[in-house]
């Protein structure tokens, strides 16, 4: 399940933290499994959280466990220590490296996706969550570095079907 996409079914757009949410899974074994929502965009930006680097770039909410600690995706293959999730798709990495090499324009800052948190489940937790149907396991066939609005909505309308007809919810149902 590596380098796919879990998204968060209609069933649950109740659900304040995962609601249109689309994780990117990094990581699934016999002990958990951990991913970081991709789509949720802060209010805050990467010189928030590192005063002085100058980088005014947003900060996307990975999940509500371990938010005080910074995640991040690209697509540098070039990255010392950095894991490779998927197709032209990285994890992690030589920070360092990375804050260097943005300084020194040898990589574009808009490469990057910095996240705050992971969303994470203990064993046979994600597997019980989607045999509820709470979750649509997807290929990923999209450039999530790059898109940062709307990718929910995008994904289940690109699903089509009867799930497509929730791609224009609004994001509180019940206020209607």
Not at 1 to 11: D, E, H, Y
Not at 70 to 87: A, D, R, T
Not at 120 to 138: D, P, R, T, V
Request: aromatic residues 12%.
């Amino acid at each position: 399940m590596i380098g796919k996409l879990l998204v968060a079914s209609p069933s649950i757009l109740n659900d304040h933290v995962f609601s249109r949410s689309v994780i990117l899974m990094i990581e699934n074994s016999g002990t958990g499994s951990m991913g970081f929502i991709v789509n949720k965009q802060t209010n805050y930006c990467l010189d928030d959280l590192i005063k002085g680097s100058k980088l005014n770039v947003p900060l996307f909410e990975g999940g509500p466990v371990n938010n005080d600690k910074l995640f991040y995706i690209h697509n540098n293959k070039n990255i010392p220590e950095s894991i490779k999730i998927g197709k032209n798709l990285f994890w992690g990495g030589d920070f360092n490296f990375i804050m260097n090499g943005i300084k020194e324009k040898k990589f574009h800052v808009d490469s990057f996706k910095f996240i705050s948190g992971y969303s994470g489940w203990e064993k046979n937790q994600l597997e019980n969550e989607i045999k509820l149907k709470s979750w649509l396991i997807i290929k990923n066939d999209y450039d999530l570095i790059k898109i940062k609005n709307n990718l929910w909505s995008k994904i289940i309308k690109d699903i089509g079907g009867e799930t497509a007809y929730f791609f224009m919810a609004p994001d509180y149902p019940g206020l209607n």
